[in-house]
């Protein structure tokens, strides 16, 4: 009978659900055995006692779920739990359930116990990731008990200096939801290095990128935020558990105010700097906060807001204290919290800056040593530009971060060559950033993506529970790459298939080889004699289930160019790019993204057939014309008059959401278009022919 009852135990042991892979990982996690099915019918409850509160997080599940798994929206409402159906509830009697806390249960039906708000959020997103990561939509049962180790857990973002999309911004607060990262830190206003400009103040690029009616010239030509649309994402934000933090970076690198109002630049140390000798300047600045922060329904509407405050001349530390001091308190008065960047280090000196409530981004020891800021009571956010600052194609810090050595060395009490206990409680957390340093280096949305991805997967990790690391790296990576950016989002232009094959045109239509999707809408006639559509110029098209590729790919395709094609007529197209025959009128084949023009050293032969491939990647662009390298478009650079160079990134997103163009499409014929999730050889696309 011992026996018997051993053997028992031992297949019930066998049986029990091992801790599901999230990110971040779960706190702790008791298996038990078999699935949950998240059937399409599937019914989200509400405890009726906390209706107000968790009936939105119950409906924004709801949506996801259904924009995720392409199903009706699950019924949402309050009442009892039932088996089968997700219930949520409020627990404050736990102890073991700290901020931002939850219990998720699964069995029968799901419990989600949440200690407030946020933690509620949270267990949504580790259902969906649950739920994404198998195709039968089951659940492992058991339970989890899942809370941070800091509070901040950011990403801050510089749309001064290369502007991002609402739709980026509102594509990023899902996406950092999705990882459980709830800080999204907005640099708004910037400028690029004079170097670069001729070393003229005046011709350097700056930009604020804010609606200011106050001074209407100080709101960046090239793309900017109304209040309206701010005050929109900030609340969307809110309801995806992230908190956007607005940041107006004074007195340096402030070249849009002094463009703006010409009089309030320093002299003495460059345009950049404000001239914190001249009252206008604080009248200016106090109007610029001023403005976003007044009234009962203010511009920024969270509960802190950045000052900037960022390397300001050493010579004038007693003026910049100063100046400090006085932006800490205006915008206290408003009823914000401030945070600043950390300079008191650098700017040493006996004028008084105030400290209780105040949190500094630390992010160079010598511009401010924590230790010596925590003694004097500062917050801090852990923000080391040494592990996490990416500068895009800049040849300095970071292109991409070196996510194995932050996964297996890094938290956010390392800050520099100091570490302090995981637990200091004056360290509120952790920020990675983007610096756009070299404006106009050919940079896009995409390209800082590709970037931010890895990082933001790793670091939700290192910002959730410090120094914990659930697995090895290697298998954490391999487990991350099966992950997307959350429900709906397809940034990388991922498009995964059994087959590399993804895209093909066949007898005049478009399909999905992996799973037969025809296309929706057609513009363009099919030639029985060629086997090809014939796009005849102006409004003339056909679409794909796809509105675009990312790095990693090949695309291969015929195509017979009509004569008199117009400048920059589209034989690919999407709202992030395009690709031309006659680039810019140079009669060249090309592409287009961003404001960015590039042109291969390659005109497609007028009327005859001629096998066209484009391979691209996070590095460049590669035309082969058949079967054989024409060009390739990487390593770039820009030369300055003064011998000053920045890089000239020519990568491309591939545009697949239209063949040809609603309005400029080229005239040609096209044939035998091959799409493949992966870059082929050149032996690879030598053997390619037009079949």
């Not at 029990?16 to 998240?38: C, D, M, R, Y």
């Not at 996964?407 to 200091?424: A, S, V």
């Not at 296309?519 to 099919?526: D, F, G, K, L, R």
């Amino acid at each position: 009978m011992v026996v018997v009852v051993c053997l028992v135990t031992q297949v019930a042991r066998a049986q029990t659900n091992e801790a599901p892979f999230v990110i971040p990982a779960l706190h702790e996690w008791k298996g038990s055995t078999g699935q949950f099915e998240w059937k399409q019918n599937v019914k989200l409850i509400v405890d009726p006692k906390y209706k107000e509160q968790l009936l939105p997080v119950a409906q924004l599940l709801a949506e996801d779920w259904s924009i995720a798994a392409g199903a009706p929206q699950p019924a949402v409402g309050a009442g009892k739990a039932t088996g089968g159906a997700v219930f949520f509830t409020f627990n404050n009697r736990d102890t073991a359930l700290h901020a931002e806390g939850y219990r998720l249960h699964i069995n029968e039906g799901i419990v989600i116990e949440a200690k407030d708000k946020a933690g509620a959020i949270w267990a949504t997103r580790t259902l969906l990731q649950l739920l994404e990561q198998n195709a039968q939509h089951k659940l492992p049962k058991g339970v989890a008990l899942d809370y941070p180790q800091y509070e901040v857990r950011g990403f801050v973002l510089d749309v001064g200096r290369k502007f991002f999309s609402l739709d980026f911004l509102r594509n990023y607060v899902k996406f950092m939801s999705y990882y459980k990262m709830n800080d999204f830190h907005i640099h708004l206003n910037d400028n690029g290095f004079k170097q670069f400009f001729g070393d003229n103040w005046d011709s350097t690029y700056s930009a604020f990128r804010l609606q200011n009616d106050t001074y209407p010239g100080l709101t960046a030509k090239d793309g900017s935020y109304s209040k309206k649309e701010f005050i929109e994402l900030q609340k969307m934000a809110q309801r995806y558990g992230v908190n956007i933090i607005p940041e107006i970076d004074v007195p340096a690198h402030s070249l849009a105010f002094s463009k703006a109002v010409p009089g309030i630049g320093s002299k003495q140390y460059g345009m950049d700097h404000l001239d914190l000798d001249n009252p206008l300047t604080y009248k200016v600045i106090d109007n610029v906060f001023r403005e976003y922060l007044q009234g009962p329904k203010p511009v920024f509407i969270g509960k802190e807001v950045h000052i900037g405050t960022d390397e300001y001349a050493k010579k004038d530390a007693e003026k910049f204290r100063k100046f400090t001091d006085h932006y800490i308190r205006f915008v206290e008065s408003f009823g914000k919290k401030v945070r600043m960047w950390g300079s008191l280090t650098h700017a040493q000196g006996t004028t008084p800056v105030k400290v209780k409530g105040v949190t500094m981004n630390l992010w160079y020891n010598g511009y401010a040593e924590p230790k010596d800021m925590f003694a004097l009571g500062y917050k801090g956010i852990s923000t080391p530009d040494g592990w996490l600052y990416i500068v895009p194609a800049a040849g300095y810090y970071y292109d991409y971060l070196n996510t194995k050595k932050l996964y297996e060395e890094w938290t956010p009490n390392r800050i520099g060559k100091e570490t302090f206990d995981e637990h200091y409680p004056l360290l509120r957390g952790g920020a990675f950033a983007v610096w756009n340093d070299h404006v106009g280096n050919g940079i896009t949305e995409k390209d800082v993506h590709h970037r931010v991805f890895p990082a933001m997967q790793v670091l939700a990790q290192k910002m959730w529970d410090g120094s914990v690391k659930p697995m090895a790296y290697t298998d954490f990576e391999m487990h991350a790459r099966q992950l997307e950016e959350g429900p709906g989002l397809n940034m990388l232009g991922r498009i995964r298939a059994k087959d590399s094959l993804v895209l093909a045109m066949n007898a005049g239509g478009i399909f999905n080889p992996s799973a037969t999707i025809t296309t929706a809408e057609v513009n363009a006639p099919y030639d029985e004699n060629e086997k090809a559509i014939h796009l005849r110029g102006g409004n003339s098209f056909i679409t794909t289930p796809y509105p675009g590729i990312g790095y990693g790919y090949t695309v291969s395709f015929s195509i017979r160019p009509e004569a008199g094609n117009a400048p920059n007529a589209v034989l690919f197209g999407s709202k992030d790019a395009v690709v031309t025959l006659n680039q810019q009128g140079s009669g060249k084949l090309g592409f287009s993204r961003e404001g960015y023009h590039y042109s291969f050293d390659y005109s497609v032969p007028v009327n005859e057939w001629t096998l066209i491939v484009i391979r691209g990647n996070n590095k460049g662009t590669s035309l082969y014309v058949n079967g054989v390298l024409k060009e390739k478009l990487e390593g770039a650079k820009r030369t300055f008059p003064n011998g000053k160079q920045t890089a000239k990134v020519q990568t491309l997103f591939f545009p697949l959401e239209f063949i040809g163009d609603k309005s400029n499409a080229a005239k040609a014929l096209i044939r035998n278009l091959k799409v493949f999730n992966t870059e082929l050889s050149d032996s690879a696309i030598s053997a390619l022919r037009d079949l």
